[in-house]
């Protein structure tokens, strides 16, 4: 069946440092994937998008892009600030003919410190 | 646009009691959802709607959970009787058709 593993947390950073958080998938079909965020106390936020292979998705300077070659959809951002600390959870939606549901990953915990 | 609601936010009560919870999606969305998040997991589907009408509840425990969405509008949740197991934070979402789904704030539930 349909599923995604990611990385296990807590990832630890500096400010200004690279990020990177790896998710691989496995789905028929041609499903879309997300990157969805959790920041303390508050709802999942949808981060950014991609329906296709080889879409980039983007939203407040993370990127992820759509590599169907390698089923993956890796977050990056440049350079990290304190308040990007959070829980970050990649889904996918495979769509039939009954349901659109989201498949998530177990999330990965981002700290950043100054 | 006011987001989706939930309520109660959190709530404790002890194994084989009931327990109901209340989610009103954003204005003019279709599509509801209850997910489960038990600690350390990534959500998972309990049952989706399409206005009124079940679409999916293939992963709902059915012999204790229930969910009800009346007139197409507000659901509720309902776990009778709660186990252990059932210690999980509650997330409804809610979607216009085949659009991006928006999440509430969840019910964090402890069994104790």
């Known amino acids: 069946g349909n599923s995604v593993t990611q990385m296990e947390g807590p990832v630890t950073l500096s400010e200004e440092a690279f990020l990177t958080i790896n998710c691989t998938y496995t789905a028929t079909g041609y499903p879309s994937l997300f990157w969805y965020v959790q920041y303390p106390g508050e709802g999942l936020q949808l981060l950014l998008k991609?329906?296709?292979?080889?879409d980039k998705g983007s939203n407040k300077g993370f990127e992820a892009t759509y590599r169907k070659e390698t089923t993956s959809f890796h977050l990056e951002k440049g350079s990290v600030q304190v308040s990007d600390s959070a829980v970050y959870f990649c889904?996918?939606?495979?769509?039939?003919?009954?349901?659109?549901?989201?498949?998530f990953g177990t999330g990965t915990r981002l700290q950043v410190f100054p | 646009e006011a987001g989706v609601a939930q309520s109660p936010r959190y709530k404790i009560i002890e194994k084989r009691q009931s327990v109901a919870f209340w989610c009103n999606p954003i204005s003019g969305h279709a599509t509801l959802y209850w997910y489960q998040q038990i600690l350390g997991q990534g959500p998972k589907l309990l049952i989706q709607f399409q206005n009124n009408g079940v679409v999916d509840d293939s992963q709902l425990p059915k012999d204790r959970f229930s969910a009800e969405r009346l007139k197409g509008v507000d659901s509720t949740l309902k776990i009778q009787p709660a186990k252990l197991e059932d210690s999980a934070v509650y997330l409804c979402a809610s979607s216009r058709l085949a659009g991006e789904q928006f999440f509430g704030p969840g019910t964090r539930l402890t069994v104790l």
């Open positions: 991609a329906t296709k292979a080889d």
């Open positions: 889904a996918l939606s495979a769509p039939s003919y009954n349901t659109d549901k989201l498949i």
